[in-house]
């Protein structure tokens, strides 16, 4: 019976390490180290968890005294990093109210000696950091998150040839800087970027690229030897047209239709009129001589259904899109709209566009619908090509008065729809 009762006692701390780990995983960094003194047995479990999590979570409750606070964090941290035994494969270090500090470069010289990480997040929150070049010794990372900080990969720098996706969010590099990074990452498959500072041009050399996404400013990007390329996204988020631009003569060169024929395996396009103003003024074909089979969603933002130009742009994708099943748009509309608008586009009807067959359109979603002409004959236009159509979702300005949204809503409710099921949500 003694011993029956000795089992139970000590059933917590004859767990096999394997559930020990499993449970030390879950939970925050500072409470697994505080295990150790649950009994002998779990003394050390916490030293041989390969992920770690250096976060706030080890920051002192106190914030009066902020620069104790940092060298309290800092030094918690190191402790944690001499006293760790086994692997370490993966890595976050975040402290986003951290600045400049040498004790970064420190840390950074203790992981690059492990070389043993295969997936690392930075995040302290301070543009004025410049990664240390020991970073580019971790040969071994596969996924790396780089936020607010400066990277100058350092001469010599043979690259990453295990490297699989790269976030870079809010740092400081400059294009050509960023090409030669990307080029020497031979099987990256997802670049994800937002830069502090706008781009005029990039161009991208990466064989086993699948997704592509620039949340910032460019004028330009083209792509070479990235054949696998499914998710093309550029997305800055603020409308341009209300801002003065310096024309620049390198867009009349950019050809980005010539750029997409070279992508065959694109599932998901999405660009801002920002970048659609380079897309325009590099011309925009009549009769484009391929097609892009597996495209099946198209999101453009700020979209000026007022521009001749940005309407034949959206007339072109669909015509190269033929299994096509998503469009989503948000409709840029100012209040010289009127003036400026050209006579409403008679899209239903016309000759050049009897082509055009939406069959694997499924889903329309236009924000920001004002109801205008040309707006109007968009829709009525992706009603007719669209026999498959289940929903059209339009999301109108909030400025609209009721009686103008009651009139809209009728001459929407007359338009012919090639597909018996098709649903139009106006709200």
């Known amino acids: 019976m003694a011993n029956d009762k000795n089992y139970h006692h000590d059933i917590i701390s004859n767990l096999p390490d394997c559930l020990k780990e499993s449970i030390l995983i879950c939970l925050p960094l500072r409470d697994a180290v505080r295990t150790s003194a649950l009994s002998r047995n779990w003394r050390f479990a916490w030293t041989r968890l390969p ?30 990093l001499l006293s760790h035994e086994g692997p370490i494969t993966e890595l976050t270090f975040s402290c986003p109210r951290l600045q400049v500090c040498p004790e970064i470069d420190k840390i950074l010289f203790m992981l690059s000696k492990r070389n043993d990480i295969e997936k690392f997040t930075l995040n302290i929150g301070s543009d004025q950091y410049k990664l240390h070049s020991l970073f580019f010794r971790f040969q071994k990372v596969k996924h ?42 031979p099987l990256l498959e997802k670049l994800k970027l937002k830069i502090s500072h706008a781009y005029e041009t990039l161009e991208i050399q990466a064989p086993k690229l699948r997704r592509f996404i620039f949340q910032s400013r460019i004028k330009s990007v083209s792509f070479k030897n990235s054949p696998l390329l499914e998710e093309f996204v550029i997305s800055h988020y603020s409308p341009p047209h209300d801002m003065e631009q310096e024309e620049s003569p390198s867009l009349e060169k950019y050809n980005f239709f010539e750029i997409i024929s070279s992508l065959p395996q694109l599932r998901r396009l999405c660009f801002d009129s920002c970048f659609m103003e380079s897309v325009t003024a590099g011309g925009i074909p009549t009769r484009p001589s391929f097609t892009l089979v597996h495209l099946n969603k198209l999101e453009l933002e700020h979209f000026c259904s007022y521009s001749y130009a940005e309407i034949s742009c959206l007339l072109c994708l669909i015509r190269i899109s033929p299994n096509l099943r998503q469009i989503t748009m948000t409709i840029w509309t100012d209040d010289s709209e009127s003036a400026l608008a050209d006579p409403a586009f008679k899209l239903v009807g016309a000759e050049e566009y009897n082509d055009i067959n939406l069959d694997q ?21 992706l009603l007719i090509k669209s026999p498959g159509l289940k929903k059209i979702e339009l999301l109108t300005d909030v400025d609209i008065l009721l009686e103008r949204r009651y009139a809209i809503l009728q001459e929407l409710t007359q338009f012919h729809r090639a597909s018996p099921t098709a649903e139009i949500v106006y709200r």
């Open 361 to 381: 359109l499924r889903v329309v979603d236009l924000a920001c619908f004002t109801g205008s002409r040309n707006q109007m004959e968009l829709v009525k236009f």
């Open 51 to 80: 992920h770690l999590k250096l976060d706030r979570t080890l920051w002192p409750g106190s914030f009066a005294r902020k620069d104790l606070a940092l060298c309290t964090y800092l030094r918690r941290i190191l402790n944690v």
């Open 144 to 185: 790396v998150k780089l936020y607010s900080c400066s990277i100058h990969p350092p001469y010599g720098f043979i690259g990453f040839t295990q490297l699989l996706t790269l976030t870079m969010w809010g740092v400081a590099i400059g294009s050509e800087q960023l090409a030669g990074l990307v080029a020497r990452c």
